[in-house]
C-alpha cells in the first residue's frame, strides 16, 4: 500500500463522496481561509510536539489526551 500525501488525498476524497462530505479546497498561500485549523494546528506543534518525547505510540497517546483536555476544557 502506498502512503505518499497523493494517496491520502485520494483516500480522504473517496471517503468524502462515499460518505456526502462537501470538500472545499483553500487557495495556496491563504491560511486565513481556514484560519481555525491553522490555529490548532500552530497550538498542537508549539504546545506538545516541539515540547515532547515520546517512548512508544501508548505514550504519545496519553500525552495527546491531556493536551486534548486542557486545549478543550482550560485554555
Same mark, same amino acid.
Given at each position: ?36 485549523? =491553522?490555529?490548532?494546528?500552530? @497550538? /498542537?506543534? %508549539?504546545?506538545?510536539?516541539? =515540547?515532547?518525547?515520546?517512548? @512508544? /505510540?501508548? %505514550? ?16
Amino acid at each position: 500500500m502506498c502512503y505518499g500525501t497523493e494517496f491520502t488525498s485520494r483516500a480522504i476524497l473517496k471517503w468524502a463522496s462515499e460518505n456526502k462530505g462537501e470538500w472545499h479546497y483553500i487557495d495556496p498561500g491563504k491560511p486565513q481561509q481556514n484560519a481555525f485549523i =491553522e490555529s490548532f494546528n500552530g @497550538s /498542537l506543534r %508549539d504546545e506538545l510536539l516541539n =515540547e515532547e518525547l515520546f517512548d @512508544s /505510540l501508548a %505514550d504519545a497517546r496519553r500525552k495527546l489526551a491531556v493536551w486534548r483536555y486542557d486545549y478543550n476544557r482550560v485554555s
